[in-house]
């Protein structure tokens, strides 16, 4: 068998269909990506950020979605989500406050502004129909472990 390497950056995507296995499918991917570019130290937080983004795609938006997962160097991994519904959710649009106490919206995109070393949002305006909608990314990096002597 014949080994190949894929040279930084890469990109994969991976469109998405209304269907309520496509969130699993999605973080299956995810997981799959990561371990074969020997970035499994990324796999819990990307997969929590990827779930939260792509399940939200699912939820809000009528149409068929997309994951995009990009090398960003230096152990960093860019995770994009774009769907057809054109409302960028709040923590994407400023700076994110925690939801309040009794919220039944929210939680999960605020886990996103926790988790991710960086996010943002913006609407995509297309030409063609089908194209509009929006793009929300997060960063994730792999943080070095720990050390007792780190805790304050």
Not at 48 to 68: F, K
Not at 97 to 103: K, N, T
Request: hydrophobic share 40%; aromatic share 8%; glycine share 10%.
């Amino acid at each position: 068998m014949v080994s190949t390497t894929v040279a930084p950056p890469w990109t994969y995507t991976l469109q998405l269909p209304q269907d309520p296995r496509a969130p699993g499918v999605a973080r299956a991917t995810l997981r799959n990506v990561l371990r074969a570019h020997g970035m499994s130290e990324l796999i819990e937080t990307a997969e929590l950020l990827a779930s939260e983004l792509v399940t939200n795609a699912y939820q809000h938006s009528s149409g068929p979605y997309s994951l995009r997962m990009r090398d960003a160097g230096r152990n960093r991994i860019r995770l994009g989500v774009w769907d057809t519904a054109p409302h960028i959710p709040a923590p994407f649009r400023w700076t994110a406050e925690a939801p309040q106490e009794l919220a039944q919206r929210g939680r999960g995109l605020y886990l996103v502004t926790l988790y991710a070393e960086s996010w943002g949002g913006y609407p995509m305006r297309g030409g063609l129909p089908g194209q509009g909608g929006k793009l929300l990314w997060v960063e994730c990096v792999a943080k070095p472990d720990c050390q007792w002597g780190d805790l304050s």
